[in-house]
């Protein structure tokens, strides 16, 4: 009887809340102390079509979504069809025998039906048809046993806001369907859940987790256009903009976005616009900007599959390369890629604290996959008091008033970095001008200047440099298979590896979150031990190869390469290993 | 009080002599020193073209940004820092050319910012290709037979967009166009000066001349109601042998969009702490909402 | 003669139960039967966003672009296929903030386009953000308290653009739809038409109710005179209580911008032959004016 | 006597017409038979400062500025002051003797002084001072002793749209000036240029070559906003629009020039935007759509230094990477970067074709340097009969009309080219879309579909990287130091090569214009057999090396790097040898 391990599906149509129930119940079971993992599935369409919600529960931490749903809560005929041929012999449907489903075909395969009537508890309990999920969770909890205050107790929080009717009505709703399934079908499932005992922990996305970071870091600015995957930043920080002292901005286009977060950066505040890949196209010729005036700013892209609009609310790691190299000219960027809802929340905080130290636009690139997808994790991991700010130099108002002589803004100085004065102070004021420009920041064509000054400004690279961090290894250290990865698909790779040592293999993997300035030898370190290296990427090219060649002249043995706006998944990461490595 | 010298900076411009821009410049140097304002005090945000260049002449805060973003760059100062006069001043192909989306929305936005057309009806920095408010038949470059298009009407959009102050003066009338600056800083709102500037240069017909047979003062008119929203679109919408100048347009009372702004409330954004005293503990009770 | 079922393709639209983008696009292919145009003879283009998928829904060519910029991609196609009836179809974000900047130029083009735009005051597909028409005080994800921006009046914008025809109508009101439509492509220039269209998921406010309570028809007032501008500003004004609906403004006999392009009196650009066949001769003479 | 060999400034402040008079020179002694090279070099700003014109005269074909200056011709003092340095003994000042020119510091060099009161002989025929320049170059003619009847014919034909009098005013300047030089100095200067036999070639600079060639491929449709180094493209266009049946259009800004562009290319023209660095970052966006919605179009880049505005006037080779990997997600496209007036030439018909084969966009990237020096080129180079127009797969009318089932534009073919209608024919009815699409274009977003959506798209550049052409190697084939180029540093980097070659070195080059697809193997081939790879680039980083490495493995040996803005010569080539080769 397989206990708390488990791979549940909800599948339904976009409005039936599958999203929010999938991660209510993740919630709940978080409460029992187990750990889970969340991953919504839906398309660019508000109502119908079909939709869901993967969720993972284990009683160790879980970094991935993956492996065969043991119990499919279909809240439509579309989706056993969907997702039937998945489901491993001793796995359930559960679904409203309203839906024509052939439960001989499921009993053929050794799948067990659970024809639970959801419509009709919900309709009998006085509900409407939008709280057929809540009686599918009922129903679930039912099944697998698990601990109903948990639900309950998730149900309260997050209806709270509509009043206490509403929670009331939910909870019966769901009291009902569990009632429901323990009468009818007793304990005939096999899969069980139950709580454990276990530090509360946190259910969080990775824009979330984003959020988080920049709030501690004081982010007092963020402006965006709303594009998914991105959209989720922008709104959770204004619905907190009033409580927290920080402005938020619905610009009219990115454009505008990003150079309201640069003159913002310019005024002496931490600034950051959000956005995916198309907005960032649009930014492109502002990034320029932040980088020829020295202005600090952050920007977050949320990858999703292109070219243009492509899958608008699916998964990739396509531009990389784009990011590294976007608008015309040369100039200091530093771009990091966080791979788990810890390092959203590091990324958070570091993004603000590199972008002011090195007066540079700095990026930090997600996707899809790890915006949205939820994780539990420790409290402990969003760690405030490691949450140094570092501002970088900074005029204070005494410096200033001592200063004699005028304010040099683009001072030429060994590290490339100049004391930054923010404006407002008498002896601050200075022009700072996208034209080519001198110290005191007035435009110059003079060659000298000219050659002096992009070097100053390169020269940033230099320390910057230094301290990005190496990548993270993480499996066996005498490996036959390394991994090479960036950003989100961390996780899979990580239970991947897991499952390779486990049967016996020696694999691990070298994950970079540091890649601008790229850290070259601190990457070839693990690499050239590496016996093996399989290139995994959510993308066609395999641009993290390319870059790592460009870089260090190392060329990967075989690239695992996925594109179709679906998360790479473990199983999907083994099923594909080069034969010379099977 | 300060003094137009106080925004003196050793730097020559670049304009060609004669041009409109230099009316331009020290009518907004006599308008500081008129309102008493102090370099540290001001904000210029320009973007690229010759008139663009101004700050960089002028002592004063200054961001020279991009072609056609000097209103997004200068809403970024303005809600860190609403402390700061911040003042636009950028090309007709930088404000209504390339940059027409910003113009729009930063009027609806009412974001208290002067924004200061160098209205030359030409593009002079790239040398001459015709620009929004060129008129029909114009013959340049880019438009070799005349352009086709319509002009941009500056003032009938403003209004059109719910600009709170909407006004048009002439480079080669120093103390008017200083005067319609001053008014146009002392409004509280988003205020436009459409600054009328030969480009001696490039637009040949265009002139001096030309625009002084042709200006008009609305100021001068009797019984000019400027806070009729329907009769300033009239207004606006003359052009040709008369050109009103003037404040054609002001509604005064409307809240800005910094006065709605509840994170604005507790003073300048960027003299807040960076992280709250009591940030600890809001953070723990963040953190719990996730759990 | 055509006939709306020409229009269907196998392709179930993925709006909401409800939508008024159904009205929109029911109302559009009547109007193209009512006109007997043939799917072949019509390019759709549209941005992105809920409504921006009619194209997809509909048998005809079509251009689905992206987010903001439908107009230049349309004027590009008109200008080099002008026997096409080309018909912009975009939402309130796309085309009036966004795409901002083009619909202002487009308007003083006056380039033969109807521009259909479906105004739901939110951004649908992206669930549900205020739009630049949304109202002051509309609460959504990113104006939790409120919206603090005046609204576009998109019918006043246009007026003041240059626009030639300038209307709007109601999703719920099909035929009165279908027929503004009409009207539109009938037009020589530019055409505006303002397309109310409830969004029932997202706005719980501007629903078909409340249109229904506020709309009324431009045509139902005797003596309103659409060729006159200012009656037309003064009516495009109103909002709120009372919603015009209709054509506020038309001007006819203004030269569209294909009328005026020298190249294009050749006849269609697409069809001329890649190079002339005196092509070689005049080759010689181009170089010969570089010795 | 030096004689048909040498190299003039014209300096002077903005508006003086430094760069007309300076190209009706080049004219005039292409005229008489001599190969020219040059080289205007002017401020952002439009009056006033300091430009300059340099020239350089040859009888055999020359490829790049360079040289110390025999001849300054200064109309202004400053033009003195900047230039003084750089002219050798035996070489000479022409100025007036208005101006404060100490001829004793020249005297002390062994420069030689020609004070010609350039402006009273204009004064006293009558004309205006926009005319001292005229009077400069009819100077020069008697210093040098070079046939007047060239320059007269030169200055007939430039003025002749301003009327007979004009002309005849000029001409009666440029006689006077003659005149009073051959009187004043007899023939004092040894430096002497006369007409050679040869064929009648043109004198004519990059983008003046591009358009050319745009021309000849039946290009209808040029879209642009104004900005330097691209401005001349649409204006060249739009002069001559009219007679060519072309539609031209300055835009509201680069996003609506590119999407006007794309949607005459959608609707069956041949089309084109032109821009520069920062316009090109507003165009990434459409660049994605094109590449979705498989849209042949043509775009030029310009490149100018940056970041940001940088030096408006200036050149640089920084967006190289850019370019490469401009907008999300990924599809394929064309870059072609030619290094010569040739090559531009060329790159005009080719782009279109490239873009209509593979329909998808085509990007031809060159640079202010390139694009506004002049060069004598034999007419015969610009040769109609080889420009082939191949539109790639299009269905005609009889093809379509036999159609039976749907039109799939999107069709999986084995090339990934998928044949296209011309929108406006009844069986030609569909859409394009952003999104990702199925066959037929309509959105999908089923992974099996998408997947081969992708392979199909990518699969294009399967065929196009074979038809890239190999880089040219120029030189000694035994060479010691190979050079690495591409785009417009080709012409100094040949001169630098024969310098070496003739003086008993053994040096070569390896030129890529045909950059994307890279075409590894056929950049390789060269450069495996080279013994020490220099690269070469006006950059700070050496793209062009990155780039290599990453596609190659090949590590260059050195670098030549220069971004002050100002072109690359062969001198600072050799100047700057790596120590090992020097
Ligand atoms: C994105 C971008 N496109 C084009 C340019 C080139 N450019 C510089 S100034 C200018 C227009 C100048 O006209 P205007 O704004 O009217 O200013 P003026 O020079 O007339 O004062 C242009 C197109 C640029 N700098 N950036
Ligand atoms: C450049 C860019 N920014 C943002 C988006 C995301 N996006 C898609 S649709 C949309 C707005 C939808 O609103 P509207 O145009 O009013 O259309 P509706 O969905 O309401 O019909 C946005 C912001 C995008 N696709 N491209
Ligand atoms: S070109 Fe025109 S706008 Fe520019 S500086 Fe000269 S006169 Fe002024
Ligand atoms: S979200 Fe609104 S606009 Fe979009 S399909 Fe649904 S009802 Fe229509
Ligand atoms: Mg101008
Ligand atoms: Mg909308």
């Given amino acids: 009887m397989p206990l708390n391990d488990m791979t549940f599906i909800i599948g339904g149509e976009a409005g039936q809340g599958v999203e929010s129930s999938g991660a209510g119940f993740c919630k709940a079971l978080a409460r029992g102390g187990l750990h889970v993992f969340g991953l919504p599935d839906y398309r660019s369409r508000i109502r119908g079509g079909h939709n869901f919600f993967q969720i993972r529960a284990g009683t160790r931490p879980l970094y991935s979504h993956g492996g065969p749903p043991h119990l499919l809560m279909a809240l439509t005929e579309e989706a056993v069809l969907r997702h039937r041929e998945d489901i491993p012999a001793g796995g359930g449907v559960l679904y409203d025998p309203e839906h024509a489903v052939d439960a001989g075909w499921l009993k053929a395969r050794g799948i067990l039906a659970f024809p639970v009537p959801l419509g009709k508890i919900v309709k009998d309990a006085g509900g409407t048809r939008a709280m057929v999920n809540t009686a599918a969770l009922g129903a679930a909890t039912g099944l697998t046993g698990y601990d109903f205050s948990k639900v309950a107790s998730v149900i309260e929080d997050n209806f709270r806001r509509k009043g206490q009717d509403v929670v009331d009505l939910n909870l019966k709703i769901a009291q009902a369907a569990l009632d429901y399934v323990r009468t009818t079908f007793a304990s005939s499932f096999d899969y069980r859940l139950e709580p454990v005992s276990g530090p509360p922990r946190m259910v969080i996305n990775g824009n979330q987790a984003f959020c988080l970071g920049a709030l501690a870091a004081g982010c007092k600015f963020v402006a965006a256009y709303p594009m998914t995957p991105s959209t989720t930043i922008i709104e959770f920080m204004s619905a907190r903009a009033a409580r927290y002292g920080i402005v938020t901005k619905h610009t009219e286009d990115e454009i505008a976005a990003v150079c309201m977060a640069i003159g913002a950066g310019h005024a002496g505040v931490r600034a950051m616009a959000s956005t995916s890949g198309g907005g960032f196209s649009l930014m492109v010729e502002a990034l320029g900007l932040a980088g020829m005036t020295e202005t600090p700013v952050v920007i977050v892209e949320a990858q999703r599959p292109g070219p243009s609009t492509g899958l608008a609310t699916r998964t990739e790691q396509g531009d990389l390369l784009f990011l590294l190299h976007a608008s015309q000219g040369e100039f200091p960027r530093i771009v990091l890629a966080p791979g788990t809802v810890e390092q959203c929340y590091e990324a958070g905080i570091r993004a603000f604290n590199l972008a002011e130290r090195y007066q540079t636009p700095a990026i930090v690139i997600s996707d899809e996959f790890l915006a949205g997808a939820i994780r539990s994790v420790e409290k402990e991991a969003f760690d405030l008091s490691e949450a140094t700010i570092d501002r970088g130099q900074i005029l204070s108002d005494a410096e200033l008033d001592a200063l004699d002589g005028p304010y040099r803004r683009y001072q030429f100085t060994g590290s490339g970095i100049s004391p930054r004065a923010i404006p407002g102070h008498p002896k601050a004021v200075y022009s700072a001008t996208s034209d080519e420009h001198d110290e005191e920041g007035h435009i110059t064509e003079e060659a000298d200047i000219r050659t002096r000054m992009v070097e100053k400004r390169m020269r940033k690279l230099e320390a910057a440099r230094q301290e990005m961090r190496a990548p993270e290894t993480y499996g066996s250290p005498e490996a036959d298979i390394t991994f090479l990865a960036w950003g989100s698909t961390y996780g899979p790779l990580r239970e991947a590896v897991d499952v390779l040592n486990r049967s016996g293999r020696k694999a691990n993997l070298v994950h970079l979150v540091d890649i601008w300035p790229f850290p070259g030898e601190k990457v070839v370190a693990p690499l050239s031990r590496a016996k093996y290296i399989v290139d995994v990427e959510s993308n066609y090219s395999g641009q993290m190869a390319s870059l790592l060649r460009m870089h260090t002249g190392i060329v990967v043995n075989a690239r695992i390469l996925k594109y179709d706006g679906r998360a790479l998944s473990p199983d999907y990461i083994l099923a594909h290993l080069p034969e010379e490595v099977k | ?291």
């Fill in chain 2, 1 to 291: 009080m300060s003094d137009v010298k106080d925004f003196f900076v050793p730097v020559r411009p670049t304009w060609c002599v004669g041009c409109g821009d230099y009316g331009i410049w020290n009518a907004v140097k006599m308008a500081l020193a008129g309102l008493d304002l102090k370099p540290y005090q001001v904000m210029f945000v320009s973007g690229i073209g010759c008139g663009s260049k101004l700050p960089d002449y002028t002592r004063a805060n200054g961001y020279l940004s991009i072609h056609g973003r000097p209103m997004p760059v200068a809403t970024g100062i303005r809600l860190a820092n609403h402390s700061l006069r911040v003042i636009a001043v950028h090309g007709d192909g930088d404000g209504y050319g390339i940059g027409g989306n910003h113009f729009l929305h930063a009027m609806r936005r009412n974001i208290d910012i002067v924004d200061i057309i160098q209205d030359n009806q030409i593009y002079g920095l790239t040398k001459g290709q015709y620009s929004p408010t060129s008129d029909r038949g114009f013959v340049t470059t880019t438009s070799p037979e005349g352009a086709i298009e319509a002009a941009v009407n500056p003032l009938a959009l403003a209004l059109a967009a719910g600009a709170t102050f909407v006004s048009r003066s002439f480079a080669g009338d120093l103390k008017h166009l200083a005067d319609t600056i001053m008014k146009a800083i002392n409004h509280r709102g988003y205020a436009l000066v459409d600054a009328l500037q030969p480009c001696v240069t490039f637009n040949r017909v265009n002139t001096y001349d030309w625009y002084r047979q042709r200006v008009y003062k609305v100021e001068d008119e009797t019984g000019y109601d400027p806070t009729d929203r329907m009769k300033a679109f009239a207004k606006a919408l003359e052009w040709g042998e008369r050109i009103p100048t003037g404040v054609i347009y002001q509604v005064e009372g409307k809240p800005t969009y910094e006065d709605q702004v509840p994170a604005m409330r507790a003073g300048l954004l960027v003299k807040q702490p960076i992280v709250s005293p009591r940030f600890a503990e809001e953070f723990e009770a963040l953190k719990d909402a996730f759990v």
